[in-house]
């Protein structure tokens, strides 16, 4: 096996994994601000991801990692493509809002592999990443016949008549 392969599989498990990690994160922020069907969407997507993970893990199982550093990444994106940033998200966002929010995340993913399918370095690299931008384009399609069925919130789905109170 080639560097370069092993290299795209290691971004490829750091991606999966940090994106389940950080709906994870989201899932308990949502459970804390009392929006447990977001929280739920939130945990599904994370229980996706891990199980892409597993996936990829399985790909990489025979080739020999390598241990990266943070700043060893490389990205089309500040993070990893498919983990969303905090600032797309608001506490009182609604199942539509946490859709697109993947939605756009799993498009950011497909993005990547499909530029390693386009660019890799050997015929070994662009082939996975041809099939894990086939498996995420396949997730895109899903969450987009997913988000058709859920009604796009109200207008003033972020007002909160209940305003914090901040004890010192």
């Known amino acids: 096996m080639t560097t370069e392969v092993a290299t795209f599989l290691a971004h490829a498990l750091a991606m999966e994994n940090e994106a389940a990690d950080r709906y994870d994160e989201l899932a308990d922020t949502m459970e804390i601000h009392n929006n447990p069907a977001v929280a739920e969407l ?14 990829v893990a399985e790909r990489a199982a025979r080739h020999d990692l390598p241990v990266l550093k943070s700043w060893q990444y490389r990205w089309n994106t500040f993070e990893p493509p498919e983990v969303g940033a905090i600032e797309g998200t608001h506490y009182r966002m609604t199942p539509h809002h946490a859709l697109s929010f993947a939605l756009d ?13 386009k660019d ?18 396949a997730h895109v399609a899903e969450l987009e016949r997913w988000l058709e069925r859920v009604p796009p919130p109200d207008g003033d789905w972020d007002q909160d008549d209940d305003e914090a109170i901040v004890a010192d």
Do not use: I, P, V
């Not at 995340?105 to 399918?117: I, K, M, S």
């Not at 890799?120 to 384009?137: C, F, S």
């Open 120 to 137: 890799g370095a050997n015929g070994e690299l662009r082939r996975l990443a041809a099939e894990m931008a086939e498996e995420e384009a």
């Open 42 to 55: 939130f945990r599904q997507m994370a229980a996706f991801s891990r199980r892409h993970a597993e996936s």
């Open 105 to 117: 995340n799993e498009r950011r993913g497909r993005d990547f592999y499909a530029a390693r399918a």
